[in-house]
């Protein structure tokens, strides 16, 4: 009830039922594409506030469907249906560009799946080329930034990805380590390239948002993630995204039904992957870039190994279906 409550507040703002296109909204706060002295970045906040308005529909109508809600989740189905048109409608131009060009709004497209096509490719495209205009680095804020990577990685772009993730130079989160940082900065220039400090009236130095790029690196970089079938990582989908930088990444999660461990390293002999499912929990493997016939697991081939049910090659590489257990997998890439 409290989660239809919002969305309803939203829709009953403004003249029309399916933008959120009015009051005040702090959008991209503390982005670097922010005006001189203005602390709200460059992306419109009304275009801000209408994706998360489809955002959070979307889940409302999950979360009918799962709960036997028929009529809520036909009800915000069709919601989300009109938020998704009139979204088009005011940002997406007739050639699908997106009427916002800064990196948040390409991201908040690409991640929250309001682009399709022509339109998603091209916001793919543009995310890319604003990260090359300002030599490769972020200018987004607390709405772009915790969704930046996952835009990237899951849209052709994983080498960017990491790219930004190792810069050390202002803005990355690397140079705030230089500057001798043990916890994520409210601003990205907290303290500046010459030692001087933002005004101490608002300049956290243990600041969550930017700190988001752990939700990356759990779940891009070592590949844990969960699948929206499966209520509390009972099913999981083990998805390591490999990148330059990095030779391995390993990456633990405490379950209800015990630790789940994904790690992968990679070398001249090949690339290693393990995984370890817990207890009464399934998995979906994904091993990039492998092959079905090129598979080892545990120096057998795949046919040969308990655990796995079955195996199919993908452009991915090979998709395996997963018991509990514990994989070691080798393969040449």
Known sequence: DSMKG????????????????????????????????????????????TAYYAYSTSIVRKAAEILGKTEDAKRYA?????IVRAFHDEYVTPSGRLAVPTQTAQVVGLYFGLLEGKAKEKAA??????????????TTGFVGTPYLNFALSLNGHNDEAY???????????????????????????????????????????????????????????????????????????IHPQPGEGLTWAEGRLETMYGTVVSRWSRS????????????????????????????????????????????????????LEAGSGDYRFFYQI
């Open 6 to 49: 919002l969305v309803e507040f939203i829709r009953r703002q403004g003249d029309n039922e399916y933008l959120w296109d009015t009051g005040f909204h702090f959008a991209d706060w503390l982005a670097l594409d922010a005006k001189p002295g203005a602390y709200m970045g460059a992306t419109d906040m009304h275009y801000v506030a």
């Open 78 to 82: 069709e919601l989300y249906e009109g």
């Open 125 to 138: 495209a543009k995310l890319a080329k604003l990260l090359e205009e300002n030599d490769h680095h972020l």
């Open 163 to 237: 790219r930004l993730l190792l810069q050390k130079d202002f803005p990355s989160w690397l140079y705030q380590v230089t500057k001798g940082a043990t916890t994520i900065w409210e601003h990205w220039d907290g303290i500046r390239e010459d030692g001087t400090f933002w005004s101490d009236a608002m300049n956290s130095f243990n600041h969550y948002a930017y700190g988001a790029i752990g939700d990356w690196l759990y779940r891009c970089v070592a590949g844990i993630d969960t699948a929206e079938e499966g209520a509390g990582y009972k099913r999981l989908r």
């Open 268 to 319: 001249e002999d090949g690339m290693e992957v393990r995984v370890v499912v817990p207890p009464n929990a399934t998995a979906e493997i994904v091993l990039p870039g492998a092959t079905l016939d090129g598979v080892r697991e545990n120096g057998a081939a795949l046919g040969a190994t308990n655990g796995v049910s079955s195996a199919e090659q993908t452009v991915e590489g090979v998709r």
